[in-house]
């Protein structure tokens, strides 16, 4: 006979891991949900006391500002300040990401540099200047560079008398007519480069022959704008001084100026570090490769490593946009009119600030998770498949 073999004691229910993993859960849970109602409840019983308007009605009223380099006035309503505020914000966002990743990129492929001082150069400028407070870099940028070391409208400078810069801002040359018809021109002959250079990638995967995609969608752009120009008709204006302003042409705020070049430097120092690992990842195999085919080193690093290596930052590279987006709220600080101004600005005319800052937040996050959304889809494309 076989002896007998004991029979495992059933494990107590407070002694049992899975259960007591779901009622930690189930507590935290509980937890959460009872301090969003005590929060909701004191919120309800602290409008109801002040008998502050929680609705959207305000958006109806005349805003009661002025903002500078546009038609807005003070009968204008609420609504139309916010969408303003939204473009603005959108503006310094996309020209901020693309500048700051350009120049993360070079300053990350400096830091591998083969020349010592260019070298040092890179590393000294991503040490220090990942190492500052934002908001104190932001605030240093508006006193003591845009405000102080610019003339005054009087003595102003002209570049090649095509250019005005001040502190009043810097006006550039710019087309005669509607910003919106110019800004849809933009943007279409942009969509079919970017379709073109999709095309050419898609060619060259099936017959084998180089895509050049980038000639072939900027040669797209180039002749969609050109042509736009010739048929609307649209002219150069220049701008210039007068009555101690300036007219013509397109004026960029100082505020606007100081928080691009800001955001500009401050992203592009960690997009750089993003970017120097990125290539440093890339198996060594690949640049030997490269070496072997005689490639020289810029055809070597435009057509072997980058690729691979954006590949790999890319997720990265969108965090910091992301960041970049969120932190063009500091503009606040200057006074550059992007969301969080406006709602600020509207709140100290008498709006209610729960519902105000609410639509803020709300506009924020929906930029983002639909930037989010984007990158995530660029991400899945580029990814690596393995059999």
């Keep these: 006979m076989s002896p007998l073999v004991g029979v495992p004691a059933k494990t107590p229910l407070w002694r049992d891991v899975r259960v007591l993993k779901w009622v930690f859960q189930l507590a ?26 929680t609705g959207l009605e305000f958006l109806d009223n005349p805003a009661s500002f002025t903002m500078p380099g546009n038609d807005f006035n003070q009968s204008s309503p609420v609504w139309s300040a916010f969408v303003q505020g939204f473009y603005n914000t959108l503006r310094i966002s996309i020209v901020g990401t693309i500048l700051a990743i350009s120049l993360g990129t070079l300053v990350g492929m400096a830091r591998l540099s083969k020349n010592f001082l260019v070298r040092m150069v890179a590393g000294a400028y991503v040490e220090v200047i990942r190492n500052l407070p934002l908001l104190v870099l932001l605030t240093f940028m508006n006193l003591a560079v845009v405000l102080q070391t610019f003339p005054r409208i009087e003595d102003a400078w002209k570049p090649l008398d095509l250019f005005v810069v001040s502190n009043r801002g810097i006006a550039i040359p710019w087309f005669e007519g509607s910003g919106t018809i ?29 895509a050049r995609g980038l000639l072939y969608g900027a040669v797209a752009f180039i ?25 013509g042409g397109l004026r960029l705020d100082p505020s606007f100026f100081a928080l691009l070049v800001t955001l500009v430097i401050y992203t592009s120092s960690h ?8 290539i440093l990842a890339v198996p060594k195999g690949q640049g030997e490769a490269a070496d ?20 790999i930052a890319l997720p990265a590279i969108g965090n910091q946009s992301l960041n970049l987006l969120k932190n063009s709220s500091l503009g606040a600080a200057i006074s550059y009119f992007e969301l969080t101004q406006i709602a600020q600005i509207t709140v100290g005319n008498g709006s209610p600030a729960v519902p105000a800052f609410t639509l803020t937040l709300l506009v924020y996050l929906s930029i983002s998770l639909a930037t989010s959304i984007v990158i995530n889809v660029f991400n899945r494309r580029l990814e690596l498949v393995e059999r």
């Design 223 to 247: 002749v969609v704008t050109l042509g736009a120009w010739l048929t609307l008709g649209y002219q150069w204006t220049l701008p210039f001084v007068e009555d101690r302003g300036t007219l």
């Design 292 to 311: 072997a085919l005689a490639l020289s080193g810029p055809k070597k690093m435009r057509l072997v490593i980058l690729p691979q290596a954006f590949r």
């Design 28 to 53: 935290v849970l509980g937890l959460f949900l009872g301090i969003i109602a005590w929060l909701y409840n004191n919120y309800q019983v602290n409008i109801a006391k002040s008998k502050i308007p």
């Design 271 to 278: 997009i750089a570090e993003i970017v120097r690992g990125s």
């Design 182 to 210: 110019l800004l849809s021109v933009l943007a279409g002959a942009l969509l079919l480069a970017v379709v073109i250079a999709w095309i050419r990638g898609k060619y060259s995967d099936r017959t084998g022959k180089p």
